[in-house]
């Protein structure tokens, strides 16, 4: 990706694209499962992306004062890593008679990709207000990536 004419609204309207897409993935995956409790939880998920997606169009919307906005968001989702457990998880594929567990690795799995490649462009940036977006963005996706591990842990690790 060539990030030498990267402009921050630029930044901002591939990562509202990401989170859209997210959306429409999880709610075509609703369709695609037979087990009411994993389409609740698809749902959900597709509900959680359109608040990512109105947080990013926030920022969208308030460029000017990106700066503040982003060392505010930073600073209150604060030094987040996640548990590591998707790290462990093996591909799934999303079928009928998927399992809540097949539901959770796939989304764990997606957060992780989303992770990777707002870690990449934070590596690739030279302008510093692209530098700390990058860095919210993937302080946000580690986040939710740590929500999803931690019901996972809840729910499946003795």
């Not at 109105?54 to 000017?64: H, M, P, S, Y």
């Not at 503040?68 to 030094?79: L, P, V, Y």
């Not at 996640?82 to 790290?87: A, E, N, P, R, S």
């Amino acid at each position: 990706m060539d990030t030498s004419r990267l402009t921050v609204e630029r930044a901002l309207e591939m990562a509202i694209n990401k989170e859209k897409m997210t959306y429409n993935f999880y709610l075509e995956a609703v369709e695609i499962v037979d087990e009411p409790g994993i389409k609740g939880f698809l749902q959900e998920l597709a509900q959680a992306e359109i608040g990512h997606r109105k947080l990013l169009e926030g920022f969208l919307e308030r460029i000017d004062e990106l700066d503040t906005t982003i060392m505010e968001r930073a600073e209150e989702i604060g030094d987040v890593t996640d548990l590591g457990i998707g790290k462990y998880m093996v591909d799934a594929k999303l079928t009928a008679e998927s399992t809540i567990v097949d539901a959770m690795t796939i989304a764990m799995k997606r957060e992780e990709k989303a992770v990777e490649l707002f870690t990449y462009l934070k590596s690739v940036v030279v302008d510093d207000k692209l530098v700390g977006l990058f860095e919210t963005l993937r302080l946000e996706e580690v986040k939710h990536l740590r929500d999803l591990e931690a019901m996972y842990e809840d729910h499946f690790i003795e």
